[in-house]
């Protein structure tokens, strides 16, 4: 059956039984996903000699005979699916399967996932999954404990040992002591988020670029006194960028994007805590509160739009917002109208210090691929196991998704790297190629591969001079704050914790953003505030969440 008649078949049983059936999962973009990595020339001279310890250690893969292996695609339209992409031959080539494809577009991917998985007809491999979006397939059986077949997966198994990445994956397993969905891998932490400030204008007022949140105080009233009229703090993302940023650097504090279910882990005493009533949580706080109070930080930051944020950047009504490197060259291009091409400098820089230390919050993995629970009657499963080893975690893998065929779309350098074709273009890379390496090759797709995921020299070759040192920075001068444990609630425990959690949090966070406007007093609210906290419930979800913990921390080990 072709890929497009199998698209046309797949779309129509969506839409036959979609009504009423399923909720939506959130869905998440390819870039959303986009991290980077650190500059290391030792490294990518080693491109090469890694890929010859991958064929050392017997660990390609090559049918024996031809295969073919059901998948399903999440279609991008920034790279729309195309039947006939060298991708698809080249895997076949070098592997002697080929993939069959349900192709689903990327808005719908996710409800139409739980359909398909619901309904029995799901491809055997599904990638494009964000943990914990696949705890809601476990009940049914559906999905089938890959944790069980890792020893089939010599690639994947070497990663996990080399890199260290143990501890987080155990975060991916379930009460059973088993984990349901095949991570993408990470050798290093690959952030993408920090702050863009205006270099230029710190330079002509000998403003240094801070390097801690005191620092920052510091440059922002500076700032404050040389432009009066100005917020020089004035941040988009609603500002969950900047105190998911911020917060851990105050020490048992977390807050934006990673706000959580509100518990802590007290690594020190082994032991769960609920964070926003924490005197750390408090000083965070006290923080942010003092530069909306004295003029430095907008106080719309938390509600403007991205525009809104923009537009003040570009105009000099603020100096500092959050940022990412997509978002920050989307920046670059409107200053180059608004202030002109060579007349400013705009620099991301990595998250300051706190009084806790220099730390950052990540993960070294990313979304990754369940397998269907069907797959493993299939006569050619355990070779299905060892096609996903090779093609998203072996290193040859890995180049062949992301930079295509040697000699055909790429190069290699003097240096062990890669090399874009002239007539080739993708990301930063030959700006004036004529194809694009992922729209008509199907190469670079997030599909395969982590934009900036896998071995450090493999990851670093995507990334802009810029990139890399960005990444390199956090890697040298911050530390990475270890995982917690997960808590391992059954269904019905669970259930009981988000009833608790999900009014209390948003408490938590309603009350963060009047603690730090002025709406609510740090001196005299507080501690009201507190005692909310508790008749919400959480003295009960840090009971629940320490008691699930010690009875079944044992399994994670």
Not at 38 to 48: L, P, R, V
Not at 182 to 207: C, F, M, S, V, W
Not at 221 to 243: A, F, I, M, V
Request: hydrophobic letters at 35%; a negative charge.
């Amino acid at each position: 059956m072709s890929r497009r008649l199998k698209t046309t078949m797949a779309l129509a049983l969506v839409i036959i039984m979609a009504i009423g059936l399923f909720a939506g999962c959130s869905n998440k973009t390819e870039t959303g996903s986009k991290e980077e990595q650190t500059t290391n020339e030792s490294a990518q001279g080693s491109a090469e000699q890694q890929a010859s310890q991958t064929a050392d250690d017997n660990k390609s893969f090559h049918s024996d005979k031809p295969l073919t292996f059901t998948m399903l695609y999440n279609d991008n339209p920034g790279y729309p699916y195309k039947e006939d992409w060298l991708l698809w031959q080249a895997i076949t080539d070098k592997t002697n399967v080929t993939l069959d494809v349900t192709v689903v577009p990327m808005s719908d991917y996710a409800q139409k996932r739980s359909l398909l998985i619901s309904t029995g007809e799901a491809p055997y491999i599904i990638p494009k999954t964000y943990h914990p979006d696949e705890v809601q397939f476990i009940p049914s059986g559906a999905i089938l404990p890959i944790s069980d077949y890792i020893d089939k997966m010599p690639n994947f198994s070497r990663q996990v040992k080399e890199w260290g990445l143990e501890e987080e994956l155990n975060t991916y397993k379930q009460k059973d002591g088993k984990f349901y969905l095949l991570p993408g891998l990470h050798e290093i932490l690959t952030p993408d988020y920090g702050l863009a400030i205006r270099t230029d204008i710190l330079k002509q007022n000998n403003i240094p670029v801070p390097n801690t949140w005191d620092e920052m105080y510091s440059a922002l009233k500076k700032l404050k006194e040389l432009y009066p009229d100005s917020y020089p703090l004035s941040d988009r993302y609603q500002g969950n960028c900047l105190l998911n940023l911020a917060a851990p650097t105050f020490g048992k504090a977390a807050a934006g994007w990673g706000a959580g279910d509100g518990m802590y882990y007290d690594r020190d005493n082994d032991k769960f805590i609920f964070y926003p009533t924490t005197d750390d949580y408090k000083n965070f706080l006290a923080y942010f509160n003092k530069l909306v109070k004295e003029g430095l930080m907008d106080p719309e930051s938390f509600t403007q739009s991205d525009d809104q944020a923009i537009q003040k950047f570009v105009t000099n009504k603020s100096f500092v917002m959050c940022t990412n490197s997509q978002h920050l060259l989307g920046l670059r291009e409107t200053m180059d109208t608004t202030v002109g091409s060579g007349k400013y400098e705009v620099k991301k820089i990595i998250p300051p210090a706190g009084p806790a230390g220099a730390v950052v919050t990540g993960s070294r993995l990313e979304n990754g691929i369940m397998i269907s629970s069907k797959a493993k009657d299939d006569p050619n499963f355990e070779q299905l196991l060892k096609f996903i080893d090779w093609l998203w975690y072996s290193d040859e893998g890995q180049i062949l998704c992301k930079w295509g065929v040697e000699g055909t779309t790429y190069k290699r350098t003097s240096d062990g790297g890669f090399e874009l074709m002239p007539d080739i273009t993708f990301l930063w890379m030959n700006p004036n190629g004529k194809k694009d390496l992922r729209k008509d090759f199907g190469f670079g797709n997030g599909n395969f591969i982590l934009m900036y995921g896998g071995p450090k020299y493999l990851a670093e070759s995507y990334m802009s001079p810029e990139d890399k040192e960005f990444v390199n920075e956090v890697n040298s001068k911050r530390t990475l704050l270890p995982v917690a444990p997960p808590i391992l609630y059954d269904e019905d425990q669970r259930e009981q914790a988000n009833m608790i959690d999900t009014p209390l949090m948003d408490y938590v966070k309603s009350m963060t953003l009047k603690f730090i406007l002025g709406d609510a007093s740090l001196d005299t609210d507080w501690d009201k505030y507190v005692q909310d906290c508790k008749q919400k419930g959480s003295d009960r979800l840090v009971q629940l969440a320490n008691e699930v913990y010690q009875n079944t921390k044992d399994i994670i080990k």
